[in-house]
């Protein structure tokens, strides 16, 4: 059975930062593509960041290029995202997901991944 467990959100201050993880059991993450999902209150799910199963490539939304890092552990078969200067408008429940054939890092909608994590707040206030 295939599990993805977030860690816990939380309450930063605009300009702050903060580091979300994602472990994965019952599946290998390395195999594809895994990728962050946000969803704000009343807005759709969308990508915030996606990375290769081979190489480690990454691909940005423009809203967070710059500010955000995706990596993983493979050791730990763990992913992670990397939160710096963090703004009101990144306030949103953030999703790990996985996909089962994708292997590269490219822009992805939402049904193109086939596991999700329970998702975890983030909120960006002062």
């Known amino acids: 059975q295939v599990q993805l467990v977030e860690s816990e959100g939380g309450l930063v201050q605009p300009g702050g930062s903060l580091r979300l993880s994602c472990a994965a059991s019952?599946?290998?993450?390395?195999?594809?593509?895994s990728g962050w999902f946000r969803q704000a209150p009343g807005k759709e799910r969308e990508e915030v960041s996606c990375i290769s199963s081979s190489d480690g490539s990454s691909y940005y939304a423009d809203s967070v290029k710059g500010r955000f890092t995706i990596s993983r552990d493979n050791a730990k078969n763990t992913v992670y995202l990397q939160m710096n200067s963090l703004k009101p408008e990144d306030t949103a429940v953030y999703y790990c997901?996985?996909?089962?054939?994708?292997?590269?890092?490219?822009?992805?909608?939402?049904?193109?991944?086939?596991?999700w994590g329970q998702g975890t707040q983030v909120t960006v206030s002062s």
């Open positions: 019952g599946f290998t993450l390395d195999y594809y593509a």
């Open positions: 997901a996985t996909t089962l054939g994708i292997t590269t890092a490219r822009p992805l909608g939402v049904l193109e991944f086939d596991y």
